[in-house]
């Protein structure tokens, strides 16, 4: 969405990706966008003519940074970036301004490379993963080397300002993704009168994201165990990922598997409707052992914008977005037993539903809306 207000506010761009599209399904959104989309080397020996072509481009300057790089990060990663950036850096159409890396790890060291081969100024924009698992020296020698760097929560504007140092807060801004009206329009809600006490009237429990650890879905299904078995419940899950065979193994031990239907990857059709027909919304965010963890879902917006009840966990820049009892519920995170409590809850209330749904969308209407945030970034390419 953010690519498409650059196209609507007629900044030119060009697509640089680092790998080919695997999904099958695209969504709408993308094919509005009409920016050409240019290639690199997935891998260095798939296409050795346009590596060794820009081998020769490689200046001692670069190569002593790539050096002491390498010796830090010892990794085959490390040496497909800096190709990938030589092979850029030889097919960068002339008079482009600025290079925007999405994401902090790998998108921006093929930017800060290419960057000291060309001079082209880089910029990065940061979320999750990229900022929580990347080593703490390569974090802040990017920030040394950027113009500037936006990321997605105050959470992490104090973490990455905190390795920064002060000298280099002030290239650190928050913008937060912000949900698209357009995409989501608020609905017009007739919420359910369901209190779990009817089997033909079961509250109906939705949750969208990967099957990742990092999104505690076996936190989910234990919390779903635990509900009394008296209360009435449906969960549907929508999304692929690695976890779907095991997470379908537990719930089979569980007991419960005969009240979750599976849907996999969607459209963003099928996402509207199943968050307008879902009664809660729960996303069981977590930290990882390595760290990673998410910042703010972006479909908790959109499940609040739908006025569906929230249920997630007090994980990262969660808080931002959700006060706990106010627009929705909070649980510690890896916590099933205090997620089971909170569940059994909304499912037995349904007056709390309603209020903490209203307070959601109230949220996001005011405070999240992605036409007001998106302008941080779009003032920032305006000037590039």
């Known amino acids: 969405q953010e690519l498409l207000a650059a196209q609507e506010a007629g900044i030119p761009f060009q697509i640089i990706s680092l790998r080919r599209p695997t999904e099958k399904l695209v969504h709408s959104l993308h094919r509005q966008i009409t920016a050409p989309v240019h290639y690199l080397p997935e891998s260095l020996h798939s296409e050795p003519r346009r590596v060794l072509h820009a081998v020769s481009r490689l200046p001692a300057s670069l190569r002593k940074q790539f050096l002491r790089d390498l010796r830090r990060d010892l990794s085959l990663n490390r040496v497909r970036r800096l190709g990938q950036a030589l092979v850029l850096a030889r097919e960068l159409p002339p008079g482009v301004r600025l290079l925007y890396a999405h994401f902090l790890h790998t998108p921006a060291t093929v930017a800060h490379y290419t960057s000291l081969l060309t001079g082209v100024p880089f910029a990065i924009s940061a979320h999750a993963k990229d900022i929580y698992t990347s080593p703490q020296w390569d974090i802040v020698q990017k920030i040394q080397a950027c113009q500037w760097l936006v990321t997605c929560t105050q959470a992490n504007v104090d973490h990455l300002q905190a390795l920064a140092g002060p000298s280099l807060q002030s290239r650190i801004n928050r913008v937060y993704h912000g949900l698209d009206t357009r995409r989501f329009p608020p609905g017009s809600r007739v919420f359910s009168a369901a209190s779990g006490r009817d089997p033909a009237r079961?509250?109906?429990?939705?949750?969208?994201?990967?099957?990742?650890?990092?999104?505690?879905?076996?936190?989910?299904?234990?919390?779903?165990?635990?509900?009394?078995?008296?209360?009435?419940?449906?969960?549907?899950?929508?999304?692929?990922?690695?976890?779907?065979?095991?997470?379908?193994?537990?719930?089979?031990?569980?007991?419960?598997?005969?009240?979750?239907?599976?849907?996999?990857?969607?459209?963003?059709?099928?996402?509207?409707?199943?968050?307008?027909?879902?009664?809660?919304?729960?996303?069981?965010?977590?930290?990882?052992?390595?760290?990673?963890?998410?910042?703010?879902?972006?479909v908790l917006m959109e499940a609040m914008s739908q006025q569906a009840a929230c249920l997630s966990t007090t994980v990262s820049a969660i808080p931002e977005l959700i006060e706990h009892d106010r627009n929705g519920l909070l649980a510690p995170p890896g916590n099933p037993q205090a997620m089971a409590a909170a569940l059994q809850r909304l499912i037995e209330d349904a007056g709390l539903r309603r209020r903490l749904a209203v307070a959601g969308s109230l949220t996001v209407q005011r405070l999240f809306s992605f036409q007001t945030q998106v302008e941080g970034i779009l003032s920032r390419l305006r000037t590039a």
């Not at 849907?263 to 919304?281: H, I, W």
């Open 202 to 298: 079961p509250v109906r429990i939705v949750s969208m994201g990967r099957a990742v650890e990092k999104k505690g879905y076996e936190d989910v299904l234990q919390a779903l165990a635990l509900i009394p078995p008296a209360l009435s419940w449906t969960f549907t899950h929508l999304g692929g990922g690695a976890l779907l065979p095991a997470l379908q193994e537990q719930a089979q031990r569980l007991g419960i598997a005969g009240r979750i239907t599976w849907r996999g990857a969607q459209t963003q059709n099928d996402v509207l409707t199943a968050l307008r027909e879902g009664d809660v919304f729960i996303l069981a965010s977590k930290m990882t052992s390595n760290g990673d963890r998410d910042g703010l879902p972006n």
